[in-house]
């Protein structure tokens, strides 16, 4: 079956950095996008950065200049690459695949989503 692991996360000091990655397995369509959301205690999930197999990237507001996704397409790999580091940047991170694939000459595609268990990270004094 699919598989989405992730891993990088843990505890930081406000204005720390951490490296978040995702590899995806056993992936038999085409991956479209791949990218990280987050959720912290109490809140909505939220994007926090994606970037697509044409390498289109897009980050929430709240994290630009600060963070930076990248992929290895070979590898089936995502990474987050997280500088400057802010309390309310406290969350748990998930990861996201998207596939798709075209199944008729209209353009008819399947999409579908995979994700990670999360991984935890803690910005604090």
């Known amino acids: 079956q699919v598989q989405v692991v992730e891993s990088g996360g843990g505890s930081v000091q406000p204005g720390g950095s951490l490296r978040l990655s995702c590899t995806a397995s056993?992936?038999?369509?085409?991956?479209?996008?791949m990218g990280w959301f987050r959720q912290a205690p109490g809140k909505e999930r939220e994007l926090v950065a994606t970037?697509?197999?044409?390498?289109?990237?897009t980050y929430a507001d709240s994290v630009k200049g600060r963070f930076s996704v990248s992929r290895d397409s070979v590898k089936n790999t995502v990474y987050l690459q997280m500088n400057s580091l802010k309390l309310q940047d406290t969350a748990v991170y998930y990861c996201?695949?998207?596939?798709?694939?075209?199944?008729?000459?209209?353009?008819?595609?399947?999409?579908?989503?995979?994700w990670g268990e999360g991984t935890l990270v803690t910005v604090s004094s």
């Open positions: 056993r992936i038999r369509d085409s991956i479209t996008s």
């Open positions: 996201n695949v998207v596939t798709r694939r075209v199944v008729n000459v209209e353009g008819a595609a399947v999409t579908r989503n995979y």
């Open positions: 970037i697509t197999s044409g390498g289109s990237i």
